[in-house]
């Protein structure tokens, strides 16, 4: 029950498996198209700079790749793309991306019936995330820096500090946020995700009701040795 399934050869026509009788009485139904609803992405040394999202709903996102592909997790929701070993990892689309940003807020908005993930940071900076509700995510619901387990991680096995060609997220802010019924999809995807940034707070969320972990940080034995990281999380049980 509840599930669906889209027949493009065949019309198209959508064939849906109702929950209840009570599903079937005349209604709106909702197919999305798009995989990103927002995607800022400026460059290393010209970044997009200075904007304010606040107080918006976005719904419903779909994702393509599973269609061909199908969907092969690593843990916490990061996709292996490797036929050879797991290093090459791939991450599903979010509703909202950023890429080589600086100075971009998003506040107090509503993401919810996503078929990737909901709020995704990559190589930004004086990122503020606060007061957002991501709900029923098929995917992570908040990721910084993910996606690659080797970026920005020096020779000797060091963290390293953001340069020139080293690109990593850093001095960002992910507070007051609620990420609730995530992993709907994609088993094994947390709440909110961090990679290797730099100089990251995540303060004072809610993250309750999903498959994977609530909040997930790094790989390996390399977080000990990020600096300034501040953490005080209320994750809540289902």
Known sequence: ???????????????????NLDE???GAVVAAVLETLVRFEGKPDNPVHDIVIDGLRFTATTRLKLNKE????????????SETGWYE???HPAAIELRHTDKISLERN??????????????????????????EVAGIGIGIDIGSFAGGISKEGEIEAPRP????????TITNNRVQR????????????????????V??????????????KGWYNLWPRCHTYALNPKALPP
């Not at 969320?205 to 997930?216: A, F, K, P, T």
């Open 182 to 201: 995530f992993g709907l999809d994609y088993w094994s995807a947390a709440g909110i995700l961090m990679g290797f940034p730099w100089e990251l707070a």
């Open 70 to 81: 199908g969907y092969v997790s690593l843990s916490p929701g990061v996709e292996s793309i």
């Open 1 to 19: 029950p509840g599930e669906w399934w889209l027949a493009p050869d065949h019309g198209p026509a959508l064939y849906y498996i109702p929950r």
């Open 89 to 91: 990892t791939a991450m």
């Open 165 to 172: 060609g080293n690109p990593r997220s850093s001095e960002d």
């Open 110 to 135: 509503v993401l919810q019936a996503l078929g990737g993930g909901g709020i995704f940071l990559y190589d930004t900076r004086r990122t503020l995330v606060d007061g957002n509700a991501v709900l």
């Open 24 to 26: 079937l009485k005349p």
């Open 203 to 216: 303060a004072h969320n809610e993250v309750r009701e999903g498959d994977g972990s609530g909040i997930h």
